[in-house]
């Protein structure tokens, strides 16, 4: 067992006994305290070899990160006003599948959301573990042990490739600011996505993020999950027309101007050809384009990404999930003045360059 350990939440407070840590992978900051405190419940410590409580040697925290050391850890409360859900720590009075639920609504869920929002507030390839619901013991001698663990990042991770994964994600200290600001206007659409209802039937954002946030490094894979996630969020169609539609769409609702609108087109058109290519079996006849784009994946996630947030951020000014959004883009066709102010409304959640935006209210 670890002695000295980095206390995660510092004060000894009833809420204390029961935590959630995820270990990050690839994971930097420029923190000097290397340290980021994010919102009342996040927390973003650098690993070290005494960050973990002290553990039973078997425990299935201690044998996670025996597989490969994190780099930084993400330390999570439980909210405080529900303090009242620490009997759940009694397996007599609630059985197991109870307390799973309580936790996800205490730490799984929320986890969810804040990689969702990580990954929708800047390029970069976050990898993380299992989030690992911790309770410290009732007894004097203060030891801690794993209660439940969930992954909750939707990223697969094989740990023997860890040590050569290229994926990596900066958070600086100066963009933690601005991304509790963003995070604070889009998190009420990531809960309500959550409701128990939308699990047999997801909504259409719910699929885009759900195949956004699973970070595919297979090239083929990659294309299918960007291209499907694009046609649940801008089309309620599937024809022969669908490719040009969505370019069209794609490029009316990111592009300013007329040439980066046609060159977004082509490019989303080249995508599309790409997939048609994968999915008839025929990718390794690839003609030099297609191979520039097969080797571009990043790109193509990016094009996701910032029309994930500008779907957002019309849902948002329309305050409701059933606002008619292929309706609002083909407006964008031919009306320049609105494709204008759309973009308008979606820029002020696009962070670009490491340049953070004051516009969010």
């Not at 070899?49 to 050391?69: Q, T, W, Y």
């Not at 809960?191 to 490094?217: C, G, M, S, T």
């Not at 499907?228 to 990111?254: G, I, K, P």
Request: glycine share 4%; hydrophobic share 45%; charged share 25%.
């Amino acid at each position: 067992m670890v002695e000295n350990y980095a206390d995660p939440v510092a004060a000894a407070t009833p809420l204390d006994k029961l935590v959630a840590v995820t270990p990050l992978y690839g994971f930097s900051s420029d923190s000097d305290s290397e340290e980021l405190a994010i919102g009342e419940l996040f927390r973003l410590v650098k690993y070290q070899r005494n960050s973990l409580p002290p553990l039973a040697a078997d425990d299935i925290l201690v044998k996670h990160f025996g597989l490969h050391e994190p780099d930084y850890l993400l330390w999570q409360r439980m909210p405080a006003e529900r303090a009242d859900l620490l009997r759940v720590l009694s397996p007599t009075m609630f059985g197991a599948e109870k307390i799973a639920e309580v936790f996800s609504g205490l730490f799984y869920f929320p986890a969810t959301n804040f990689f969702r929002l990580l990954r929708l507030f800047k390029p970069g390839g976050l990898v993380a573990g299992d989030t690992f619901v911790v309770v410290k013991a009732l007894s004097s001698e203060g030891v801690w042990a794993t209660a439940m663990n969930k992954r909750c990042s939707e990223v697969a991770i094989d740990y023997t490739l860890l040590g050569t994964e290229s994926r990596s994600y900066t958070l600086l200290s100066s963009e933690v600011p601005f991304f509790n600001l963003f995070s604070k206007a889009l998190l009420p659409q990531l809960e309500a996505l959550q409701k128990p209802e939308f699990v047999a039937a997801p909504p259409p954002l719910e699929i885009a993020l759900l195949l956004y946030n699973q970070d595919e490094r297979d090239v083929g894979v990659a294309v299918l999950n960007a291209l499907t996630a694009l046609e649940a969020l801008l089309t309620n169609e599937s024809n022969a027309e669908l490719s040009y539609r969505l370019s069209l769409r794609v490029a009316n609702l990111l592009e300013s101007d007329d040439a980066s609108r046609l060159n977004k087109f082509k490019e989303m058109k080249e995508f599309y050809d790409l997939r048609s290519k994968i999915v008839h079996g025929s990718a390794s006849k690839l003609s030099p384009k297609l191979q520039i784009r097969a080797q571009n994946i990043d790109s193509l996630r990016e094009i996701l990404r910032r029309t994930i947030l500008s779907v957002m951020a019309l849902l948002l000014d329309a305050n409701s999930t059933e606002v008619r959004l292929d309706e609002i883009l083909d407006q964008l066709v031919f009306d320049d003045a609105r494709r204008k102010e759309v973009q308008k409304l979606a820029a002020k959640f696009l962070h670009l360059e490491g340049t953070p935006s004051c516009s969010i209210q």
